[in-house]
């Protein structure tokens, strides 16, 4: 979803990729909530953890985090170029 | 049995009474001659609620009074998914962070506009008719694509819309509930037919909206009314409480409007949130169960309706710090959300633009006029309602001379 050339963060793995794009991100938030060891508040922006244990990373949870945000501003992609 | 009854009864503060319900009975069952209602005043308890649309629906109004909405009239705060994420998907770009930054400019102008209208030498002014009302509705004309003549018409049915959801009967308000309609529906149709005849409109947002195409289909003139309906009653008179409710705050914590003067821009931001948590707009709004369950323990059955008190999540001790205090410098980078905007799939979809023309609004008045104050001799009166906390009228007062614009 995530166009090149907007501001976006992203993290993931070789097979799984998640995007926050950065226009929309309003910092509510709830993503951190859900998920804190994945998403982080800097500045009003969700970002992806520098640290992140991927391999035990809850990806229905991801998927859930994407679906609740007020913004739709989460992208999750479990293989290259197919968005869930 | 509760002791915070806001539909029956008007405290301020309710702080009090609403720290006894949440520790005694956090989910309070209310029966009142015309309503029955769980009443959720616990933060942990507001949020599972606020999370779980699939079971607590909007479709069946928020608002004190119960509602049958219609198919056409179910948009946004009045949609479950998967309506309501096809229609809020088209509005949030146009409402996002970046959109409200590059009004940001223009959003201060306005303000200085209105700063200007003000008596040079020092004086008295009503915040909301100077400043607090006609910033947000000019900003959403602008946005909307609304001449500027309507906007005072805009402005009173705004208002109304708003009033009429904190009563149980409306039929005092039913004429210019219609007479706003009416309005709005011409507004739609003439941008139907630009469209029809020349395939394009004005660059605005009704424009947008009518262009906008969901699953191949365009959304019904009364679909596209009850969305800008919507979003005026649910963003102008909400923002203009914001910045009343939050320069009252200010007024009445000597201490934080001191920190607040020494750093004016480095704690504007902090303070709308502050102002947000400790007294924002929107008090609370109510769910529909859809199928029996429960809340905290309480066996909630279906059909049964939801009072979600968000000032009283906003206020729980277990998430904040001196909860019944202002604090003007919290960091709420670090803290839990405050539920100022709500929670969840219906979190304010005008969150970032209130904030922008709060914020601005604040330090407009802040920096340009001295010694501002709460005129002598007068008493805010808090309006009655459940949903909404709001004084309605603040006068203020300032020593001069006004100081000059921030923006050319």
């Known amino acids: 979803m995530s166009e090149p050339d907007r501001p976006t963060a992203v993290g993931g793995t070789a097979s799984l990729t998640v995007r926050v794009d950065h226009e929309v991100c309003s910092g509510t938030a709830h993503c951190q909530q859900?998920?804190?060891?994945?998403?982080?508040?800097?500045?009003?922006?969700?970002?992806?953890?520098?640290?992140?244990?991927?391999?035990?990373?809850?990806?229905?949870?991801?998927?859930?985090?994407?679906?609740?945000?007020?913004?739709?501003a989460?992208?999750?992609?479990?293989?290259?170029?197919?968005?869930? | 049995m509760a002791q915070y009854q806001p539909v029956v009864e008007n405290l301020?503060?309710?702080?009090?009474?609403?720290?006894?319900?949440?520790?005694?009975?956090?989910?309070?069952?209310?029966?009142?001659?015309?309503?029955?209602?769980?009443?959720?005043?616990?933060?942990?308890?507001?949020?599972?609620?606020?999370?779980?649309?699939?079971?607590?629906?909007?479709?069946?109004?928020?608002?004190?009074?119960p509602e049958s909405i219609s198919e056409?009239?179910?948009?946004?705060?009045f949609a479950d998914p998967p309506r309501h994420t096809k229609q809020r998907r088209l509005l949030v770009s146009a409402f996002s962070p970046a959109r409200v930054d590059a009004i940001g400019p223009h959003i201060q102008q306005v303000a200085d506009d209105y700063v200007d209208l003000l008596p040079?030498?020092?004086?008295?002014?009503?915040?909301?008719?100077?400043?607090?009302?006609?910033?947000?509705?000019?900003?959403?004309?602008?946005?909307?694509?609304?001449?500027?003549?309507?906007?005072?018409?805009?402005?009173?049915?705004?208002?109304?819309?708003?009033?009429?959801a904190s009563v149980a009967d409306r039929s005092a308000?039913?004429?210019?509930?219609?007479?706003?309609?009416?309005?709005?529906?011409?507004?739609?149709?003439?941008?139907?037919?630009?469209?029809?005849?020349?395939?394009?409109?004005p660059d605005d947002l009704i424009t947008a909206i009518v262009k906008a195409e969901v699953d191949g289909e365009r959304f019904t003139s009364n679909e596209v009314v009850a969305i800008i309906r919507l979003l005026l009653s649910a963003g102008n008179t909400t923002t203009t409480t914001l910045i009343g409710n939050l320069v009252k705050a200010i007024e009445e914590h000597p201490a934080e409007k001191a920190k607040l003067l020494a750093d004016l821009e480095g704690l504007s931001m902090s303070a709308v949130d502050e102002g947000m948590r400790y007294d924002g707009p929107i008090h609370g709004l109510f769910r529909t169960a859809l199928t029996d369950t429960e809340i905290g323990g309480v066996a909630i059955p279906q059909g049964c309706r939801v009072f979600n008190v968000y000032g009283?999540?906003?206020?729980?001790?277990?998430?904040?710090?001196?909860?019944?205090?202002?604090?003007?410098?919290?960091?709420?980078?670090?803290?839990p959300s405050h539920l100022g905007f709500g929670m969840g799939i219906h979190h304010c979809l005008g969150s970032n633009l209130a904030r922008m023309e709060a914020r601005v609004a604040i330090e407009t008045l802040y920096r340009r006029l001295p010694g501002l104050r709460i005129a002598d001799d007068f008493?805010?009166?808090?309006?009655?309602?459940?949903?909404?906390?709001?004084?309605?009228?603040?006068?203020?007062?300032?020593?001069?001379?006004?100081?000059?614009?921030t923006s050319v």
């Open chain 1, 34 to 72: 859900s998920m804190p060891d994945v998403f982080v508040l800097v500045d009003r922006k969700a970002h992806i953890r520098a640290d992140v244990d991927w391999s035990a990373v809850d990806v229905a949870g991801l998927h859930d985090a994407a679906e609740a945000c007020p913004w739709f």
């Open chain 1, 74 to 84: 989460i992208s999750v992609t479990t293989s290259p170029g197919e968005a869930h």
């Open chain 2, 12 to 65: 301020d503060p309710p702080w009090e009474a609403i720290a006894a319900d949440r520790r005694e009975c956090p989910v309070a069952h209310v029966s009142l001659p015309e309503q029955e209602y769980f009443q959720i005043t616990r933060y942990d308890l507001v949020t599972e609620v606020l999370r779980n649309h699939k079971v607590f629906s909007n479709i069946h109004g928020t608002t004190v009074a």
């Open chain 2, 72 to 77: 056409e009239e179910q948009v946004l705060a």
């Open chain 2, 120 to 164: 040079p030498d020092g004086g008295t002014f009503e915040l909301t008719t100077a400043l607090g009302a006609a910033l947000p509705v000019q900003i959403i004309c602008e946005m909307l694509g609304v001449p500027l003549d309507d906007r005072d018409d805009f402005r009173r049915w705004s208002e109304i819309s708003e009033r009429a």
């Open chain 2, 173 to 201: 308000f039913a004429a210019d509930l219609e007479a706003f309609s009416a309005y709005l529906t011409n507004l739609v149709e003439e941008r139907q037919r630009a469209l029809l005849t020349t395939g394009a409109g």
């Open chain 2, 312 to 335: 009283a999540a906003s206020h729980d001790p277990s998430v904040f710090d001196q909860p019944d205090d202002f604090v003007i410098d919290r960091d709420f980078d670090l803290l």
């Open chain 2, 379 to 405: 008493v805010p009166q808090q309006y009655p309602g459940a949903i909404f906390r709001t004084y309605g009228q603040l006068q203020l007062q300032y020593d001069g001379p006004v100081g000059p614009r």
